[in-house]
């Protein structure tokens, strides 16, 4: 079946102009994760939503980046001013019902801020 | 603050050589360590899940073991197509969402 499908998959952007992120996951699955992955360094948490509570964005490192989730399924991951610290990959994923189902994780959006 | 390190950082074998990866971790109130496998330009591929000191997954090639500090993921007579960057991430607290991942191990395996 369909995985977790991303676009675009490369994005070149100007420091200070915004980018939105598109993430949609795999039907059914009600868990949807944004990561953030940086050369040299770990999977970096952003944000989770699960079903209709409340998102969990204790990741976001900035009032730069928001997400939103319509509909229970597609989502989308904005930053606004980009910096060039912003440059990254970023990753989302889906789960069946969230808690320790595993991560489907799309191939990823590569970001990078000239 | 929970932190995963994985160790080597990279490791070259012939394929049959056997071999471990190690993952040191540190977490408050483990619920889960988490091995996946990535392909050059690729997401994670979920691979196993330990939950507790001397649990044991097996697919394939590839055994995680777990113990109360470390996992290691021991690939049995590699094959190239086990070439791949290996990550770890942990679960604590915080959450299942919130997955700690190390830098993983980049794995080459030569025919």
Same mark, same amino acid.
């Given at each position: 079946?369909?995985?977790?499908?991303?676009?675009? #998959?490369?994005?070149?952007?100007?420091?200070?102009? /915004?980018?939105?992120?598109? !993430?949609?996951?795999?039907?059914?699955?009600?868990?949807?994760?944004?990561?953030?992955?940086?050369?040299?360094?770990?999977?970096?948490?952003? =944000?989770?939503?699960?079903?209709?509570?409340?998102? /969990?964005?204790?990741?976001?490192?900035?009032?730069?980046?928001?997400?939103?989730?319509?509909?229970?399924?597609?989502?989308?991951?904005? =930053?606004?001013?980009?910096?060039?610290? /912003?440059?990254?990959?970023?990753? !989302?994923?889906? #789960?069946?019902?969230?808690?320790?189902?595993?991560?489907?994780?799309?191939?990823?959006?590569?970001?990078?801020?000239? | 603050?929970?932190?995963?390190?994985?160790?080597?950082?990279?490791?070259?074998?012939?394929?049959?050589?056997?071999?471990? &990866?190690?993952?040191?971790?540190?977490?408050?109130?483990?619920? $889960?360590?988490?091995?996946?496998?990535?392909?050059?330009? %690729?997401? *994670?591929?979920?691979?196993?899940?330990?939950?507790?000191?001397?649990?044991?997954?097996?697919?394939?090639?590839? %055994?995680? +073991?777990? +113990?109360?500090?470390?996992?290691?993921?021991?690939? +049995?007579?590699? %094959? *190239?197509?086990?070439?791949?960057?290996?990550?770890?991430?942990?679960?604590?607290?915080? $959450?299942?969402? %919130?997955?700690?991942? $190390?830098? $993983?191990?980049?794995? &080459?395996?030569?025919?």
């Amino acid at each position: 079946g369909a995985g977790v499908s991303q676009s675009p #998959s490369n994005k070149v952007t100007e420091k200070g102009k /915004d980018v939105e992120l598109r !993430c949609d996951p795999i039907s059914g699955h009600t868990a949807l994760y944004w990561y953030r992955q940086s050369l040299g360094q770990g999977l970096e948490f952003l =944000i989770y939503f699960q079903g209709n509570s409340a998102p /969990d964005k204790s990741g976001l490192p900035s009032d730069r980046f928001s997400a939103e989730r319509t509909g229970g399924s597609v989502s989308t991951l904005t =930053i606004q001013r980009t910096q060039q610290e /912003d440059s990254a990959v970023y990753l !989302c994923a889906s #789960s069946r019902r969230g808690g320790n189902s595993p991560l489907h994780f799309g191939n990823g959006t590569r970001l990078t801020v000239t | 603050e929970d932190q995963v390190t994985q160790s080597p950082e990279a490791l070259r074998l012939q394929e049959g050589e056997s071999s471990s &990866l190690n993952c040191s971790y540190t977490v408050s109130g483990l619920r $889960g360590l988490f091995w996946y496998r990535q392909d050059p330009g %690729k997401g *994670p591929e979920f691979l196993f899940t330990l939950y507790s000191a001397g649990e044991e997954k097996e697919k394939e090639r590839l %055994k995680a +073991t777990l +113990t109360k500090k470390e996992s290691f993921l021991h690939i +049995t007579a590699p %094959k *190239p197509e086990d070439s791949a960057t290996y990550l770890c991430a942990v679960a604590g607290d915080t $959450g299942f969402q %919130k997955l700690v991942f $190390g830098t $993983g191990t980049r794995l &080459l395996v030569s025919p």
